[in-house]
């Protein structure tokens, strides 16, 4: 899942698209080097970001998914929203999943949406409403909570015969440093939770503040980590670096056909 950001104030420039002729660059870059999705979004969510209007984030993303959809008929396009609305006017103009950081707790009437019309939906979690986001929680044990907190949601979904469901557990998002890292050494145990895992962990802070250095040089510990994730049961990296990705992919696939099957 290659990162496309219509926003001016994301946390890696790399990814912040301002027109639609560059977002169709990048797209037909990203599919060129393997990425199979296309996550768009237009609201940042980086520490201290700035909410905007529902209306501005839908005038950022829909005519770049309308752009790639008509140029680009075959890939998969991912709308990367907490809101409703946002997700509803991007699945008109040509989107086909539905990312929300939220997990249906910050906007209303999330999931009676995605159940009453089967949107595929990625289930991530975090804790409280937009502005809380980057609040940390006092967890006790944060894997068995995360999981516990997501559960019910999974449960209800199904419950409801939703069937296209991707968990993630919200990497960078209502948690530390150091809860980041406990999450991916233990990301294999989320597979109880019957859906197929996402990481999202390309040049975040977990990376770059713990070397040092700054999201422009986090390229090789976005691998590192992807190369983790991948041996502890992820079946989705979201990236900002296709190539680099796909490389991590095909060498742990490698691995995997010779014998390794997961980390110890």
């Not at 768009?40 to 700035?50: F, L, Q, V, W």
């Amino acid at each position: 899942m290659g990162i496309l950001n219509i926003t001016p104030d994301s946390f890696y420039e790399g990814s912040r698209v301002t027109s639609v002729d560059i977002a169709l660059k990048q797209a037909s870059e990203m599919i060129a080097a393997g990425a199979l999705i296309l996550d768009i979004g237009g609201h940042s969510t980086r520490p201290e970001a700035t909410p905007v209007s529902p209306q501005e984030e839908m005038d950022r993303v829909c005519p770049i998914i309308a752009a790639i959809s008509a140029a680009i008929p075959a890939v998969i396009i991912s709308i990367d929203t907490y809101r409703v609305a946002v997700a509803k006017a991007a699945l008109a103009a040509g989107a086909h999943l539905f990312n929300d950081i939220g997990a249906g707790q910050m906007d209303e009437g999330v999931f009676d949406y995605i159940v009453e019309n089967q949107v595929p939906y990625i289930l991530s979690h975090s804790v409280g409403r937009f502005e809380q986001v980057h609040e940390v929680p006092e967890y006790q044990n944060v894997v068995a909570e995360v999981i516990h907190d997501l559960l019910p949601k999974v449960q209800e979904l199904r419950s409801r015969g939703f069937k296209d469901l991707i968990v993630d557990p919200g990497f960078g998002f209502s948690k530390s440093l150091d809860h980041n890292y406990t999450l991916l050494a233990h990301l294999r145990s989320f597979k109880l939770l019957g859906a197929p895992i996402l990481a999202g962990l390309s040049r975040k802070t977990m990376i770059w503040k713990e070397l040092g250095i700054s999201a422009d040089e986090a390229l090789n510990g976005s691998s590192v980590l992807h190369t983790v994730a991948l041996l502890q049961g992820a079946s989705l990296l979201r990236v900002h670096d296709v190539k680099e990705a796909k490389e991590t992919i095909h060498l742990v696939q490698k691995l995997q056909a010779n014998g390794i099957s997961h980390l110890l």
